[in-house]
């Protein structure tokens, strides 16, 4: 007996029931994916906080338990689950895969080390090689984020191997925002500081438990202020960026402070 009949043998004789059953498996994990994939996030959308992290980053987890559940029930229906005959379909499988489709394998894999290290999760903010977003899908091979200008940007998970991965919020409910101020030198910085203090202390969005700072930094021609706090919802960071920005302008501009007239990071 040569080896192509060896492993040949290693396959039951398919069977209609064995057929019937298995489609009847993959029908049904389909649709248990699906409807986890609609129902959750559309529940965690209305939750706000943490329960609505931990609700979204359930999703990649239960649709790996439904895959890892249905080829456990398929496979006996299809080989004689013997160690010899898991070795050998295991090794010729992993052997092609290795040449055929090793991007691919190398983004399932990564896919799988996101669910156990949780890099991202639904819910986080992201930004991986330039693209900025809201991670609304981890899939097995891609995570999926929406930018702020409402663009979908799909992410293979291998690039946990050669990127780095930014997250703002690494699960948190929140995130912290900066406004950016670059103002003449010549005025009295305390009370600007002062004043950039209470913009965000007066702002509808500002998350009041956590901390109001502002840094200052003296650079040739222009001073540097950085005001920094954080939003009720992460959601909400652009629009509590440009509350702080507009409020705060009119703020120094009452005051009589003039901004940068050179070169600097915010003015190009």
């Known amino acids: 007996m040569n080896e192509t009949d060896k492993f040949t043998q290693i396959f039951q004789a398919i069977r209609t029931e064995a057929l ?27 939750l706000h906080g943490k329960r609505r992290l931990y609700l979204l980053a359930s999703v990649p987890l239960l649709r790996l338990v439904i895959i890892l559940v ?33 991007d691919y ?20 903010w992201i930004e991986v090689d ?28 291998q ?28 005025h009295d910085a305390a009370a600007v500081r002062h004043a950039l203090h209470d913009v965000a202390l007066s702002s509808p969005y ?18 540097h202020y950085r005001l920094k706090a954080y939003p009720l919802d992460a959601r909400q960071q652009f629009l509590f960026t440009s509350d702080l920005t507009v409020r705060g302008k009119a703020m120094l501009q009452a005051m009589g402070v003039a901004p940068a007239r050179i070169w600097c990071p915010g003015n190009n």
Not at 78 to 90: C, F, G, H, K
Not at 206 to 212: A, E, H, K, T
């Open 159 to 186: 690039k946990i191997w050669t990127d780095l991965i930014h997250n703002a919020n690494d699960g948190g409910a929140t995130l912290m925002c900066v406004a950016d101020f670059y103002l003449e030198p010549d």
């Open 20 to 46: 019937v059953e298995i489609a009847l498996l993959v029908a049904a994990a389909v649709f248990l994916i699906v409807v986890l994939g609609r129902v959750l996030p559309w529940v965690g959308n209305k």
């Open 206 to 223: 500002l998350q009041l438990d956590r901390p109001v700072i502002v840094i200052v930094q003296e650079s040739p021609g222009y001073t």
């Open 105 to 124: 394998v190398s983004s399932l894999i990564a896919g799988v080390v996101v669910l156990h290290e949780f890099p991202y999760r639904q819910g986080d």
């Open 70 to 102: 249905t080829l456990v029930l398929i496979v006996p229906r299809i080989i004689e689950p013997t160690l010899q005959n898991m070795v050998a379909v295991l090794g010729a499988a992993g052997l092609a895969i290795g040449f055929a489709l090793k």
């Open 130 to 157: 330039g693209a900025y977003g809201e991670v609304r899908h981890v899939g097995m091979r891609t995570v999926e984020i929406v930018t702020p200008d409402d663009t979908t940007v799909c992410i293979p998970h």
